[in-house]
């Protein structure tokens, strides 16, 4: 359901729109020590902070043979604006991300995100969401596809209208997007491959079954063209995607809050050239918080991904636990485990992932925090080369005016 953005605050907007947290997880959705401050500019809200993180990658190129082993030096500039009025809500957020290698320098990177929100109140029924976000980002060494670095943008849309009072019996959703993914780089010759754009289109029926408990139904379609001729034509990537689900979602008690829903996805190509296939999908996010200073999140999902070089499409299964807890409202602590597998339809190839980190944070000031972080991560493939390990130990800072 749509957030209700209208009059709050722009940190809260901050922690809504915060970026995929990578490898250096900075941020104020990673930690409750850090809270940016918010700048009153005119009817504006500004917030600006910055992260910079310095350590050591094991294997920067993901390599099951001959390992790089590299220091390095990440900077994360962040700023959200926004303008919150009665019955709406405008806003804009820049992430940036920029690392050097000391040790690797082909594997630097320069990766950029904007993001621009409206959200309107039409009505103590009506309301609606529209988002555009732009992002330029890479595909690491050896990460899924290519052995090479390669370079990507993104640009999307995406609208939603939800139509039902606040604690009504029944309330209705629908969605609608479209993303366009293009590289920029084809050191390795194929990248080209792997231009497409997609349309997505959702409905969701909530029903409430207790006070602070819903049901709900989904339908998605989403739809995949790809530009290449050879692509389209002689691999025969072009498809649609089906998904049917069932959920709830609660708010029960103050300690436990969740949404799980479980169903099946059909996936169909237009020339007929790659099998069609059917496979159970899921999504589950619950926190749980036995005490206010601790706070336990799990995560599970299993979804398909689109083609990855070999057979016809992936179903990519992630499970991912984080326990996260204040001993003294300066310091805190994350302990994370995630756990994943990639399985390649219409091939012989599957990829077991896994992922363990430590983190300790210490806050001097609400708008000032630094952090220690050791993150192993390791892959394991029928196909051997495609096999890895890699540890990251990192020292982050993170600020703001």
């Known amino acids: 359901m749509l957030p209700k953005l209208s009059g709050v605050s722009v940190a809260v907007f901050g922690v809504l729109l915060a970026g995929g947290a990578s490898a250096a997880e900075m941020g104020p959705a990673s930690g409750v020590l850090f809270e940016p401050k918010t700048i009153d500019a005119g009817g504006f809200e500004v917030m600006p902070w910055l992260g910079l993180a310095v350590g050591n990658n094991s294997n920067v190129g993901l390599s099951n043979g001959a390992k790089t082993s590299s220091n390095f030096t990440i900077l994360n500039p962040n700023l959200v604006i926004g303008l919150p009025t009665r019955g709406q809500f405008y806003g804009a957020r820049y992430s940036g991300k920029i690392a050097r290698f000391s040790g690797s320098k082909i594997d630097n990177y320069n990766d950029h995100e904007f993001g621009l929100v409206a959200e309107n109140i039409w009505s103590e029924r009506l309301n609606s969401q529209l988002n555009a976000d732009y992002q330029k980002g890479h595909d690491g060494r050896n990460a899924l596809l290519f052995r090479n670095k390669e370079i990507w943008h993104a640009n999307g849309v995406k ?14 959703e629908l969605a609608a997007g479209q993303m366009y993914k293009r590289y920029d780089s084809n050191n390795g010759g194929a990248t080209q491959l792997y231009n497409y754009d997609r349309t997505d289109l959702t409905g969701t029926f909530f029903y409430k079954v207790a006070p602070a408990t819903q049901m709900f139904v989904e339908a998605n379609n989403s739809r995949f063209t790809y530009v290449d001729p050879v692509s389209k034509n002689t691999l025969g990537l072009d498809s649609t995607e089906q998904r049917y689900m069932v959920g709830v979602k609660w708010k029960a008690t103050a300690k436990t809050t969740g949404s799980v829903k479980m169903g099946s996805l059909k996936k169909s190509f237009s020339l007929g050239l790659k099998p069609s296939a059917t496979s159970t999908v899921w999504d589950a996010e619950v926190n749980w918080s036995p005490k206010t200073y601790s706070v336990v999140d799990v995560s599970m999902h299993q979804r398909a991904n689109e083609y990855g070089g070999v057979g016809s499409f992936i179903i990519s299964r992630d499970t991912d636990l984080r326990w996260t807890h204040d001993w003294s409202g300066y310091v805190t602590s994350a302990l994370s485990f995630g756990d994943g597998a990639d ?59």
């Open 343 to 401: 399985t390649f339809q219409a091939s012989n190839r599957t990829d077991k992932r896994q992922t363990y980190a430590l983190k300790a944070s210490y806050g001097f000031r609400t708008w000032l925090r630094a952090s220690i972080e050791y993150r192993n991560t390791r892959r394991n493939s029928t196909v051997p080369v495609n096999s890895y390990t890699q540890d990251v130990t990192m020292l982050m800072l993170e600020g703001s005016l």
């Open 159 to 172: 609208g939603m209208v939800h139509y039902g009072a606040e604690g009504a019996q029944g309330q209705f």
